[in-house]
């Protein structure tokens, strides 16, 4: 099932309307429509806050669709792209990212 299948099912089922979670987005009714209609582009940033209004877990929704995903921070982004630079300037050789799912292993050979 798509994540925003999902996630219109879960507020259905919580009883809890479009105009409700679009004050929450600050957004009007009508794009939150347009969203779970997939007319727009549902954002990193609103479907975070979504599931925070909805109490679930983001990556309960992510686990089960057919493709794999990561939720990254700018942060994140900023050390992903830092270590690429030095991986690809041969200054790091083996690379192991840890995260609560597991590790990770790169060895540049």
């Not at 979504?50 to 921070?73: A, R």
């Amino acid at each position: 099932m798509k994540v925003i299948e999902s996630l219109k099912l879960i507020r259905e089922s919580k009883k809890i309307t479009r105009d409700q979670i679009s004050k929450y987005l600050n957004i009007s009714s009508g794009t939150f429509r347009d969203i779970e209609n997939e007319r727009i582009r549902l954002t990193l940033e609103n479907f975070l806050l979504i599931c925070k209004f909805l109490e679930i877990s983001p990556m309960e929704l992510l686990k089960d669709d057919d493709e794999h995903y990561i939720l990254l921070t700018t942060q994140d982004i900023k050390a992903l792209n830092e270590l690429t630079t030095k991986i690809n300037n041969q200054q790091i050789n083996k690379v192991n990212i840890n995260d609560n799912h597991g590790i990770i292993n790169f060895d540049k050979k």
